[in-house]
Antibody, heavy 120, light 107 residues
Framework: EVQLVESGGGLVKPGGSLRLSCAAS????????MSWVRQTPGKGLEWVGR??????????DYAAPVKGRFTISRDDSKNTLYLQMNSLKTEDTAVYYC???????????WGQGTLVTVSS | AIRMTQSPSSFSASTGDRVTITCRAS??????LAWYQQKPGKAPKLLIY???TLQSGVPSRFSGSGSGTDFTLTISCLQSEDFATYYC?????????FGPGTKVDIK
């Protein structure tokens, strides 16, 4: 059974940093393209970024609102995906989901989400 | 970015009803369209991809159709567990984008 478990969310001040983790199990993580998607009541579901598998180059791509501030990485030895968020803004407040993202198309498995609140 | 719209934004229905939700893309996306179901406090769940292909384990009362810019999700006989919010998503081009959702609640 595929499981994705996010952690690391919390309250952070504007301008601060936070790192989210996503522990994966039930599939061959090293072969998987992975993504982060966030959800807010106001803006709905928003793709944040993705990382390819190392065999496919391991490259990353980001949505315009987070490019240059957020970094996605992976540790295949630990079956873990990361989202490093810097220079956080109030508009980054959202529930962040880790997802599998085969071939960069659909989001077929999702974690339970972790809430990030950016507020002073 | 391709903009996705959905209609209606919400509606009430009864168990056993046949319901249809519409999704429209701001430009042609061929059949690169997925549908998700989300229940309160839970993550979205993939129902349909490639506009009409059911994800493994999804009941056959769900069906999808369309191509180009106009798509529909149909639930043939609404069950109690189907009351939820439904989102469409295009993956024709980056960034992948979602519709604003359609909430189906109990009449």
């Amino acid at each position: 059974e595929v499981q994705l478990v996010e952690s690391g969310g919390g309250l952070v001040k504007p301008g601060g940093s936070l790192r989210l983790s996503c522990a994966a199990s039930g599939f061959t993580f090293s072969n998987a393209w992975m993504s982060w998607v966030r959800q807010t009541p106001g803006k709905g579901l928003e793709w944040v970024g993705r990382i390819k598998s190392k065999t496919d180059g391991g490259t990353t791509d980001y949505a315009a609102p987070v490019k240059g501030r957020f970094t996605i990485s992976r540790d295949d030895s630990k079956n873990t995906l990361y989202l490093q968020m810097n220079s956080l803004k109030t508009e980054d407040t959202a529930v962040y989901y880790c997802t599998t993202f085969p071939g960069g198309g659909v989001f077929d498995y999702w974690g339970q989400g972790t809430l990030v609140t950016v507020s002073s | 970015a391709i903009r996705m719209t959905q209609s209606p934004s919400s509606f009430s229905a009864s168990t056993g009803d046949r319901v249809t939700i519409t999704c429209r893309a701001s430009q042609g996306i061929s059949s690169y369209l997925a549908w998700y179901q989300q229940k309160p406090g839970k993550a979205p769940k993939l129902l349909i991809y490639a506009a009409s292909t059911l994800q493994s384990g999804v009941p056959s009362r769900f069906s999808g159709s369309g191509s180009g810019t106009d798509f529909t999700l149909t639930i043939s006989c609404l069950q109690s567990e189907d009351f939820a919010t439904y989102y469409c998503q295009q993956y024709y081009s980056y960034p992948p984008t979602f519709g604003p959702g359609t909430k189906v609640d109990i009449k």
